[in-house]
């Protein structure tokens, strides 16, 4: 039996706390929605794995929103809905096989995807879609300012409204008989990560698995800029080559994989006009800039399973010679997972074409490494290995940034599954050409 190396539990933790720097206007709105959705499953039924789905999926209704244009909530259109953030949605997810049932879930919210279903797997995701889009319209309408059960009246007669035409009458109705308990309206306005306790506290993660979600999460990250939709896996692939060359172990190689599809995690907390911007940041962006790695750093401290992969991860922008950030720490203090990912970054940061430069070329990238080294900021033994081996090593890198580029231009720009290979092996081939 395969080693289970953390829990769901936690993992909900995590993605609750990152949708929430995607969606910084909205405090605690994942984990309201979340909150609801159990509590909505678990009053009408449904077993503990489908309640947990439920939940799981809501925490991750708004995944949609890290590859769509900007809406101001106060346009025309107003905010997106739970359908077209659906559509997006179910496209980033993809092939992830450890969230199937999150894309399921979604198609079922998308009408020219249900007929792929059979009826009593639509009918269940169909209702797990509804409970999702009748909690987000809750949370949405909740005012932390007030009290809870001086907004439940108006709430209620609202969500009524929407019977028959947007919402299934049986949903509601099931909604309409939870609201009478006061205290779910308590607990979703000042304590909805209370659901995180009703999640087991058991090790069901293996190490593979975990991939899975990490590969799903560094879509998330990168697909906000069209000039980092490769990056985590790029990042990801060259820290893995280069640790397998120096002997690490089967499970620390897979350890170096998560930790380079997340590394940028923090980065979820950083606009994306300062992610796009042509021009030279100013202090004050660059500040922000680096603060995201702190970020990173707070979202995977203490999670169980995680102890390297949070630390690689969260001081990859540490540097040697001690000034790197966040924390400024010295040679003695940097683990060498976390020296791996520095030159994995760099390597692929400086090969990438950016809204502010083109990429550089080998020669170009380097002098940036034999620079880095001798400035003491990064170690001269991992570069001098990614040197040797740099056709090797960045063939690897292009292999697998290909592969994410066409699902980005799946997920972002609607092509055709058939065109998706060529579009990213051009985008790939811009980046050469560029160097």
Known sequence: MEKKFTSKRALAKVFGNAMNLLVPEAEDHHQRIAYLSYKMAEFIGMDDSDIQKTAFAALLHDIGIAVMP??????????????ELCVTGRSIIGDIAGLDYVRDIFEAESSDYVVLMAKEKLDKYETMAQIIDLSDRVATALDSKKAALNQKEDICDTISDYAGEELKPEIIEAFLNLSNKEYIWFETLHRPDVYLELIPDILDVSLDDMIGYARFMSRIIDYRSQYTTMHSTGVAATAVRLAEIMGMSEEECKKMLIAGYIHDIGKLKVPKAILDKTEKLTDEEFNIVKEYAYYTFLLLNDVEGFEQIGKWAALHHER?????????????????????????????????????????????????????????????????IMLTNYDNIYEVRENQAKSEGARYYAAVLDVDEDDEDEDAAEASDADRDAD
């Open 70 to 83: 900007e809406r101001a909530a106060d346009s025309v259109k107003g905010p997106y809905t739970f359908k």
């Open 320 to 384: 040697l010679n001690g000034y790197g950030y966040p924390f400024g720490l010295k040679a003695d203090d940097i683990p060498m997972g976390a020296r791996i990912l520095a030159i994995a970054d760099i390597f692929s940061a400086v090969g990438e074409i950016r809204s502010y430069r083109s990429g550089m070329s080998r020669d170009e990238i380097m002098m940036i490494l034999k620079s880095n080294v001798e400035s003491g900021a990064i170690s001269r033994s991992i570069a001098e």
